[in-house]
Structures are given as structure tokens and as C-alpha cells.
């Protein structure tokens, strides 16, 4: 069974950064492509970049240039640096493993940006 548990959330202002790190359990994280989604109050969960089991990265326009995301394949963890934030910004960030066509969540972990 594969649990996510994301931290490193929290209260920045526009302009701030944050890292938000993903642990995954279980041995297939190698095997598992890894993303980031989020979700803003009042709106659906939107993809926010992603990165392949071979290191591939992919990222929603509106987070180009501002976010990176990485993994560590020996500690089991994959991080979203986030820079330059926005108000916008604002949400629920979840961390996601697909391995073998199954989805794996975490709870969630809350960003908020002031202005």
C-alpha cells in the first residue's frame, strides 16, 4: 500500500517561496511517475507540474518559469519549489504517485499567499 504525506505548507507573502516535499512509502517509488496538483477554494483540483520515473519534467503554464519540481529516489520524496507566488497561488497542494495505472493521493497540505 502506498502512502503520500506531503509537507512543508503554509503562509508566505506574494513575492515568498515555499518547498513543499511529498514522502512516498512502499518500494515502487522509482517505478511511479510523480505530480503535484492543487485545489483553490471553490474550484476544481488542477494539475500543477509533474516528473517521470526517468526524470522528465512537465509543467502547467500558469506555474512555468516559478515552480521546479524534483525527486530524491533514495529517500522516497519529491519536492515543489515554489517561487515567485502569487495570491493566485492559493490552495490545497496534493502530491500524486501513478504507478501500474493506479493513483495514489496524499491529504493534502494547505499554501496561502497574502498580498
Known amino acids: 500500500q502506498v502512502q503520500l504525506v506531503e509537507s512543508g505548507g503554509g503562509l508566505v507573502q506574494a513575492g515568498g517561496s515555499l518547498r513543499l516535499s511529498c514522502a512516498h512509502s512502499?518500494?515502487?517509488?522509482?517505478?511511479?511517475?510523480m505530480a503535484w496538483h492543487r485545489q483553490a477554494p471553490g474550484k476544481q483540483r488542477e494539475w500543477v507540474a509533474s516528473?517521470?520515473?526517468?526524470?522528465?519534467?512537465n509543467y502547467a503554464d500558469f506555474v512555468k518559469g516559478r515552480f521546479i519540481i524534483s525527486r530524491d529516489n533514495a529517500k522516497h520524496t519529491v519536492a515543489l519549489q515554489m517561487n515567485s507566488l502569487k495570491v493566485e497561488d492559493t490552495a490545497v497542494y496534493y502530491c500524486?504517485?501513478?504507478?501500474?495505472?493506479?493513483?495514489?493521493w496524499g491529504q493534502g497540505t494547505q499554501v496561502t499567499v497574502s498580498s
Open positions: 500524486k504517485a501513478t504507478y501500474d495505472y493506479s493513483e495514489y
Open positions: 516528473i517521470t520515473k526517468d526524470g522528465m519534467t
Open positions: 512502499g518500494n515502487r517509488f522509482r517505478s511511479s511517475d
